[in-house]
């Protein structure tokens, strides 16, 4: 906590600042000699309802800058992009920088750039984020200064989705080499990475108005990476998944994980759904040569990112736990 | 993308910058590391995407001593993933002294060296999925693999050299959907290359005939054309290939087909351990990475250029399986279910003569008193094998006595009256089948001879166990006519060379005198190793790709048009 509050430094507010990604922001800033970090969400001490207007407004009546990192209900999500831009017509902060997901290109393969369209089929979060693309797309259009950023999956301590949940499908022998089924371009934008980048956008210049694919690793496959990730959790030996097996996870058991997840939270409700399957199989390379231009975007290696997780005190005791 | 050659109109000319032809392996991972730079390759496969009875009959073939070398449709496969839709899957990398020029070994030694190979072996370890590229026993497994015969510790011998498993990998299906996938690749199944067309003046390869499914006839015009087809039918297309160059393509100095090597290979001799059943282990160990890893006992460098030996390895085997003497339940269960293993893993696994009845019943015996064994053996196999994606890769059986057999693998000496060459019946498209003259020498028999007495001798001489040889044995040339050529291993008929006087192909697989025609796979090999082809293979593989990525100029992507 700083002793005391320096008004020099610009106030930009945290839409979703208890989330993963906001609170990591929040923490950024917090550090920054130029920004003053108003983490905003339901529970924090600033209190802002993202999808009240009322609410929304006020929040916006003091600050330099908003960073959009409402996560929840697709359609929540949407309502609060909504919501920060017709705000944001009548109350204007200097920039809205604001968080989207690679999940915007669907079952798209090859190399893709910001340009490239959504494939079929497309999730119902990457519908929404499409949604929220577009109400900021409006609002930059109608005159506003808005940033899109566009992180793949984000890797790093703290991350449900796509660190703890691996950790203990991998210590599970539940996920492993895939073989064919991990041939998929394996993204991952590290958190540290994903945070830089939204603290860049706020003052990088000729970004206003522009999208921004978000990734840390770059040619590096599903099955290299769990391969990776396994050995440095001590998960060996690493276990052959047949396709087969994947196949029972997917359509059979998942549905039955699912609905126990929403009692407990363990390894064993950790579910393997189509979708995912389908992530590890995807050929998909986000291509973030325009962030690293722009945005000074920072790349940490896999072992690096890999390391990082292993040192924090969640992972630790993740493994601890049985 | 991959596609069949039949819907492809008789006379049509298909363009691309690299042209490979064979989907095994080699082809395989060729097609896969070029798709990514940005050129547009043909890969030419001439089965399926499963096997047919019309492509293998374009496998038949001669051969001069039917007892030494299998039919030439045995032990090969014409669908895509070649080889390895069949293969066992045992990975090791070649050795240093491999690579060096034996003065004790008549036409050894590669133009290349052994780090030029070796930096590769990383990237066809992935492509096999063998793990990781460690080979040290000490080092592959967490905390180090179990000892092979505890408290052995030989002065002639290393064994803490280990060979890895693949899963085994078929690269046909392992790697289809990245065939289909990889953008500027198009795969043409049922396309088998009939002819090369050479310029006038014999410089470049102006043209490949290619025939499909239905014997319609085109052509493939490319800036580069790979030969990818194995270490039989290469050989087989270059002499075919004889318009131009008189006694066929890159065969100036009479070397196409000739020098053709696979491994000596058997079982042998009885090996009685002293001590308590725990102190051998014969089986596998599991490396982090997952893959199934067992040590092996191989001559020194050393020790064979003081012996003038070649290169060679043993393994600790269960006693021959055919002779029921062994009392072993699952190896007699195996005896008895010989019928349903096929051709090519029975030969070598059950039996060398028709057994008797007596025979059968002895094993049936076996089985029935060693119930409880056979059950759990069975029950393993089902599960780690039948049922795994990374499969027990061997049959592992613990012998009721501490009694083991020898598995060797010995390289064989480059000879150039062992050969490939054209028969006199034709194959469908009107051209020679092959005919295969494998021979073994003095040289071949003798390593085997005399490694085997050095390896018994150090063995009494630790106190670990008596190796010995049965009557029938003694005479190890018998033993390596019994077994013959090892199947599979097809090696040395394109040989790399310094100079055109001692290669097909030059350092880099180029043909010597043409200008656009590469080889891959183990044609180039000019010596055999005492190790298993594939790896390297796939390791010589990916060095070729990264040679012509360089090398190949652009010329407009696949199209086609019809005269
Ligand atoms: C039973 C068995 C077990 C084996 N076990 C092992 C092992 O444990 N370890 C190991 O290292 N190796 C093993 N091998 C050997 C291994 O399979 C070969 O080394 C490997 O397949 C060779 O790869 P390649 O790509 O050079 O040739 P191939 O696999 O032979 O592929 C050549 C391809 O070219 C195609 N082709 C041929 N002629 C034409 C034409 N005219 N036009 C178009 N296409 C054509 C063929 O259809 C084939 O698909 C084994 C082989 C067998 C048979």
Redesign the pocket.
């Known amino acids: 906590m700083p002793d005391s509050i320096d008004y020099s430094r610009k106030p930009v507010l945290i839409l979703g600042a208890s989330g993963f990604i906001g609170s990591r922001v929040a923490a950024a800033l917090e550090r920054s000699p130029i920004y003053r970090p108003v983490a905003a969400s339901r529970r924090s001490a600033i209190s802002v309802d993202a999808t009240d207007m009322q609410s929304v407004l006020r929040a916006l009546r003091d600050v330099d800058c908003v960073v959009n990192c409402v996560a929840g209900k697709d359609d929540a999500m949407v309502r609060a992009a909504q919501v920060l831009c017709d705000a944001a017509r009548s109350t204007p902060p200097r920039r809205i920088v604001h968080l989207s997901s690679m999940a915007v290109y669907g079952a798209a393969t090859g190399s893709v750039t910001e340009d490239h369209g959504p494939v079929e089929p497309v999730s119902l979060y990457g519908r929404a984020k499409i949604a929220c693309e577009g109400i900021v797309g409006r609002y930059v259009r109608d005159g506003g200064d808005a940033v899109i950023l566009r992180p793949s999956c984000v890797f790093g301590p703290g991350s449900t989705q796509w660190t703890t949940r691996l950790i203990r499908l991998l210590r599970a022998g539940r996920l492993g080499d895939l073989g064919a089924g991990g041939d998929g371009g394996c993204n991952l934008a590290f958190i540290d990475d994903v945070v830089g980048a939204i603290v860049a956008a706020l003052d990088a210049p000729d970004v206003s108005g522009r999208t921004f694919n978000i990734s840390s690793s770059a040619d590096l496959t599903w099955n290299q990476f769990l391969m990776a990730f396994s050995k440095a959790l001590g998960a060996t030996p690493i276990r052959r998944i047949p396709g087969r097996t994947l196949r029972i996870e997917t359509r059979i058991l998942a549905p039955f994980r699912r609905v126990a997840a929403k009692a407990v939270k363990a390894g064993w409700t950790e579910a393997i759904t189509p979708s995912l399957a389908a992530l590890f199989r995807q050929d998909i390379r986000i291509d973030s040569g325009a962030a690293q231009s722009a945005l000074w975007l920072h790349r940490t290696p896999p072992e690096q990112m890999i390391a990082a997780v292993l040192r924090d005190n969640r992972t630790k005791q993740e493994l601890a736990a049985v | 993308m991959i596609q069949s050659a039949d819907d492809i109109v008789r006379g049509s000319v298909v363009h691309a910058d690299i042209c490979i032809?064979?989907?095994?392996?080699?082809?395989i991972v060729l097609a896969l590391e070029l798709s990514r730079t940005g050129r547009s390759i043909l890969l030419?496969?001439?089965?399926g995407e499963a096997p047919t009875e019309q492509?293998r009959a374009l496998n038949i073939g001669e051969v001069a001593e039917g007892s030494l070398h299998s039919p030439p449709d045995t032990?090969?496969?014409?669908?895509?993933?070649?080889?390895?839709s069949?293969?066992?899957?045992?990975?090791v990398p070649f050795d240093p002294i491999d690579f060096e020029a034996r003065p004790w070994i008549d036409h050894s030694g590669w133009p290349i060296g052994y780090d030029e190979v070796e930096r590769h072996y990383a990237a066809a370890n992935a492509w096999c999925e063998a793990g990781e590229y460690e080979y040290d026993a000490r080092l592959a497994a967490p905390n180090g693999m179990r000892a092979l015969l505890r408290g052995f510790s030989p002065r002639h011998f290393d064994t803490n050299g280990i060979e890895r498993f693949s899963c085994?990998t078929d690269f046909g299906s392992r790697y289809r959907n990245r065939l289909r996938s990889a953008p500027n690749l198009r795969v043409l199944l049922s396309?088998?290359?009939?002819r090369l067309r050479a310029a006038r003046d014999g410089s470049r390869i102006d043209a490949l005939d290619v025939c499909n499914g239905r014997d319609a006839a085109f052509s493939v015009v490319a800036g580069q054309f790979v030969l990818?087809?194995?270490?039989m039918?290469t050989p087989r297309?270059l002499l075919t290939s004889d318009d131009v160059h008189a006694g066929g393509i890159g065969n100036a100095n009479d070397l196409v087909g000739r020098f053709y090597m696979c491994h000596v290979a058997g079982t042998i001799g009885s090996l009685r351990v002293n001590g308590a059943a725990d102190t051998v282990w014969h089986g596998y160990d599991l490396a982090a990475d997952g893959t199934y890893c067992r040590r092996r006992i191989a001559p020194r460098p050393a020790t064979q250029a003081a012996m003038g030996l070649s290169n060679a390895v043993f393994r600790l085997h269960h006693p021959r399986i055919a002779d029921p003497a062994h009392g072993t339940g699952p190896l007699s269960a195996i005896f008895l279910a010989q019928r349903f293993i096929s051709y090519?893993?029975a030969k070598r696994l059950v039996s060398d003569a028709p057994p008797s009845a007596k025979t059968w019943l002895r094993h049936g015996m076996n089985a029935a008193i060693d119930s409880p064994s056979t059950a759990r053996f069975l029950l393993h196999w089902v599960k780690a094998r039948i049922l795994a994606d990374r499969k027990f890769p061997s049959i592992i059986v613990r012998p009721r006595t501490n009694l083991f057999s020898l598995d060797f693998h010995t390289e064989q000496a480059p000879n150039p009256d062992s050969r490939i060459g054209l028969g006199s019946s034709l194959d469908r498209f009107g051209n020679r089948q092959l005919r295969v003259d494998w021979r073994y020498c003095r040289q071949d028999v003798d390593t085997v001879a005399q490694s085997f007495d050095l390896l018994g001798q150090e063995l009494a001489d630790q106190a670990i166990g008596q190796l010995t040889l049965a009557a029938g044995e003694r005479d190890i040339e018998t033993v390596v006519r019994r077994d013959g050529a090892y199947?599979?291993?097809h090696i040395g008929t394109a040989r790399m060379g310094a100079t055109a006087r001692s290669g097909v192909v030059d350092r880099n697989g180029k043909v010597f005198g043409v200008n656009n025609l590469h080889i891959?796979?183990?044609a180039v090999f000019p010596t055999s190793s005492q190790a298993?082809?594939?790896?390297t293979?796939v390791a010589m593989a990916v060095r070729l790709a990264e040679h012509l990525s360089e090398r190949v100029t652009r010329v407009p992507s696949i199209r086609e048009s019809v005269n």
């Open positions: 032809v064979g989907g095994g392996p080699a082809g030419l496969e001439s089965g492509a032990y090969r496969q014409r669908v895509l993933g070649g080889g390895t069949i293969w066992g899957g045992r990975c085994p396309a088998t290359a009939t990818a087809m194995g270490g039918e297309l090519e893993y199947g599979g291993h891959a796979g183990s298993n082809p594939t790896l293979i």
